[in-house]
């Protein structure tokens, strides 16, 4: 009787303790600085929480989902309330705590884009049983995302035959959203050039506008021979969003 007592006992005290581990809710997204937030068409955003006293990874995943509500992101009033992350992309996980835990939570976005892929974090206190749900975690996203189109890497080009060629990138929000002349994210209002660096030593800079949709050329007359370096740049004065890549090529007599 008295060994049945002392299992009954420590029965008891194991259910106690598995009791403790409540089950808390984060949720996480990312937001494109001045824009929408970065979902599945730009391949999310790789999120990482860590435990941020000895840096283990507690959970780790991609924002799923799509940009949001522009109307409500974009153009409407904004309140110390309003919540704004209708349809918009986000991670969840769920941590088991027995005790409040300090958690640093990190991203890295767009995914999808290395070339302008930004790393953000913040960190926050979680505790048992209280969830970070609803809006949850916010990060914001700063800069564009610049892909360079033309001159393809080590393309060449000769002075005689080739005396100009245009220059060519791809330039979006880091959520995917377009550029355009009049529109509501205004190519006239971003300042886009390439720096030029012939030999390493720099040479010019010249501006670019916008052609179509999120594409800005320049043409470009080839006065000098050998290795061409084009750093594209671009920034909004407004905002100091800003996006660099670069685009190499060879130009010979």
């Given at each position: 009787?008295?060994?049945?007592l002392i299992?009954?006992?420590?029965?008891s005290?194991?259910?106690s303790?598995?009791q403790?581990d409540?089950?808390t809710?984060i949720?996480v997204?990312?937001k494109?600085?001045?824009a929408k937030?970065?979902?599945t068409?730009?391949?999310?955003s790789?999120i990482?929480?860590r435990?941020a006293l000895?840096?283990?990874?507690?959970a780790k995943?991609?924002?799923?989902?799509g940009t949001?509500?522009?109307?409500?992101?974009m153009?409407?009033?904004?309140e110390?309330?309003?919540?704004?992350?209708?349809?918009?992309?986000?991670?969840?996980a769920?941590l088991?705590?027995?005790?409040?835990?300090f958690?640093?939570v990190?991203?890295?976005?767009?995914v999808?884009?290395?070339e302008?892929?930004?790393?953000?974090?913040?960190?926050?206190?979680?505790i048992p049983g209280k969830?970070?749900?609803?809006?949850?975690?916010?990060?914001?996203?700063?800069?564009?995302v610049?892909e360079?189109l033309?001159?393809?890497?080590?393309?060449?080009?000769?002075?005689e035959?080739?005396k100009?060629?245009e220059?060519?990138v791809?330039?979006?929000m880091m959520?995917?959203c377009?550029?355009?002349k009049?529109?509501l994210w205004?190519?006239?209002?971003?300042?886009?050039?390439?720096m030029?660096?012939v030999?390493?030593a720099?040479w010019k800079?010249?501006?670019?506008s916008?052609?179509?949709?999120n594409t800005?050329?320049?043409?470009l007359?080839l006065?000098?021979?050998?290795?061409?370096?084009?750093?594209?740049?671009a920034?909004?004065?407004?905002?100091?969003?800003?996006g660099?890549?670069?685009?190499?090529?060879?130009v010979?007599?």
């Amino acid at each position: 009787m008295k060994k049945l007592l002392i299992i009954v006992f420590l029965f008891s005290c194991f259910i106690s303790l598995a009791q403790e581990d409540k089950r808390t809710k984060i949720i996480v997204r990312t937001k494109a600085k001045d824009a929408k937030f970065i979902g599945t068409s730009m391949g999310g955003s790789m999120i990482i929480l860590r435990d941020a006293l000895t840096d283990e990874i507690l959970a780790k995943g991609l924002t799923n989902g799509g940009t949001g509500n522009t109307d409500l992101i974009m153009n409407a009033p904004v309140e110390r309330t309003t919540d704004i992350t209708e349809g918009s992309a986000y991670y969840e996980a769920s941590l088991y705590l027995s005790k409040p835990k300090f958690i640093t939570v990190q991203a890295l976005s767009p995914v999808n884009h290395e070339e302008s892929r930004v790393f953000a974090q913040t960190q926050v206190w979680m505790i048992p049983g209280k969830h970070m749900d609803a809006a949850g975690i916010v990060l914001d996203i700063p800069g564009f995302v610049v892909e360079g189109l033309y001159p393809q890497t080590h393309q060449g080009f000769s002075i005689e035959t080739d005396k100009t060629i245009e220059l060519k990138v791809n330039l979006v929000m880091m959520c995917g959203c377009p550029i355009t002349k009049g529109g509501l994210w205004d190519s006239e209002e971003i300042e886009v050039e390439g720096m030029i660096y012939v030999n390493g030593a720099y040479w010019k800079t010249i501006s670019m506008s916008i052609a179509e949709t999120n594409t800005f050329t320049a043409a470009l007359t080839l006065e000098k021979t050998g290795s061409h370096e084009v750093i594209i740049t671009a920034y909004h004065p407004r905002t100091k969003n800003t996006g660099v890549d670069q685009l190499n090529f060879r130009v010979s007599n």
